[in-house]
Nanobody
Framework: QVQLVESGGGLVQPGGSLRLSCEAS????????MTWVRQAPGKELEWVST????????TYTDSVKGRFTISRDNAKKTLFLQMNSLKVEDTAVYYC????????????????RGQGTQVTVSS
């Protein structure tokens, strides 16, 4: 079955950087568009970024444009999210997801999601 395992979260000061990874298994990774979503305390799940199966087309929610970079290594079945210039408002659990529907920047649903990795931005 589909397995998505995130890693790389942690505690970082504002302005700092983190690189999240997601190891995929149970499906043909290179066939699928992949997405990062996040959930802040007390808030709904939010779309962050999507990359197509070839790694060429990348989209971002406005609040992370210019600071976050999504990428993938199809040979290693791994998805990445490089996060720079982190802000307190980026604090959330970050999930790697497959089969997501995003309409007008709003996340509708994902068919599969990992367990998540906590990112805390605080001084």
């Amino acid at each position: 079955q589909v397995q998505l395992v995130e890693s790389g979260g942690g505690l970082v000061q504002p302005g700092g950087s983190l690189r999240l990874s997601c190891e995929a298994s149970g499906f043909t990774f290179s066939w699928f568009t992949m997405t990062w979503v996040r959930q802040a305390p007390g808030k709904e799940l939010e779309w962050v970024s999507t990359i197509n199966n070839g790694g060429i087309t990348k989209t971002y929610t406005d609040s992370v444009k210019g600071r976050f970079t999504i990428s993938r290594d199809n040979a290693k079945k791994t998805l990445f999210l490089q996060m720079n210039s982190l802000k307190v408002e980026d604090t959330a659990v970050y999930y790697c997801a497959k089969g997501c529907t995003v309409v007008g920047g709003t996340l509708r649903m994902c068919t599969d999601r990992g367990q998540g990795t906590q990112v805390t931005v605080s001084s």
